[in-house]
T-cell receptor, first 112, second 115 residues
Framework: GDSVTQMEGPVTLSEEAFLTINCTYT??????PFWYVQYPGEGLQLLLK?????DKGSNKGFEATYRKETTSFHLEKGSVQVSDSAVYFC???????????FGKGTRLHILP | KAGVTQTPRYLIKTRGQQVTLSCSPI?????VSWYQQTPGQGLQFLFE???????NKGNFPGRFSGRQFSNSRSEMNVSTLELGDSALYLC??????????????FGQGTRLTVV
């Protein structure tokens, strides 16, 4: 079945370090990938998304490119801040107007 | 505009009891989905309602049920609670469904503890 695999955490970085969180998926149909973020004590917020192959989603300094040939949607940020500490979920909808399938989440700790 | 509202925020129930959780979607949104979040299993899809009809269902036992009202508000019910039902239950609303053209907005969740 459809699934999302992302690198396990926790990931601990120093402020201003470069961040990569890997995400790959298996899906039939026409999947659309997303990244969600969950700050402590809160629900999920959409961070960025892509709608077609080679699309690059970006928000708050985070970027991810939808690579259909490698079925990947890796999250990157050039310089992380303490406020980026949260849990990041890679996700996809296998088809339009479908349920969201989530990865297990990666907890990110940024040290000042 | 107001976001997705889930009530209550916290619940403590005893094994064998039943519980009802409520979700009020963003005004104008017709799709409401429910997810269970646990440390072991992560985020798992429960079901989705659109215009009062269940449109999609995850792999959960029949003890988990839901419904949607004409104003798009949704409730989910869990009967005969088990310790393993302890989780954060998240509700998400979107205009037509969580597809590529519409964003799903999540509530803060209801933290259910079964003792």
């Amino acid at each position: 079945g459809d699934s999302v695999t992302q690198m396990e955490g926790p990931v601990t970085l120093s402020e201003e370090a470069f961040l990569t969180i890997n995400c790959t998926y298996t899906a039939t149909g026409y999947p659309s990938p997303f990244w969600y973020v969950q700050y402590p004590g809160e629900g999920l917020q959409l961070l960025l998304k892509a709608t077609k192959a080679d699309d690059k989603g970006s928000n708050k300094g985070f970027e991810a490119t939808y690579r259909k040939e490698t079925t990947s949607f890796h999250l990157e940020k050039g310089s992380v801040q303490v406020s980026d500490s949260a849990v990041y979920f890679c996700a996809l909808t296998p088809n339009r107007d479908d349920k969201i399938i989530f990865g297990k989440g990666t907890r990110l700790h940024i040290l000042p | 505009k107001a976001g997705v509202t889930q009530t209550p925020r916290y619940l403590i129930k005893t094994r064998g009891q039943q519980v009802t959780l409520s979700c009020s979607p963003i005004s104008g949104h017709r799709s409401v989905s429910w997810y269970q979040q646990t440390p072991g299993q992560g985020l798992q899809f429960l079901f989705e309602y659109f215009s009062e009809t269940q449109r999609n269902k995850g792999n959960f036992p029949g003890r988990f049920s839901g419904r949607q009202f004409s104003n798009s508000r949704s409730e989910m019910n869990v009967s005969t609670l088990e310790l393993g039902d302890s989780a954060l239950y998240l509700c998400a609303s979107s205009l037509t469904g969580a597809g590529e053209s519409t964003e799903a907005f999540f509530g803060q969740g209801t933290r259910l503890t079964v003792v």
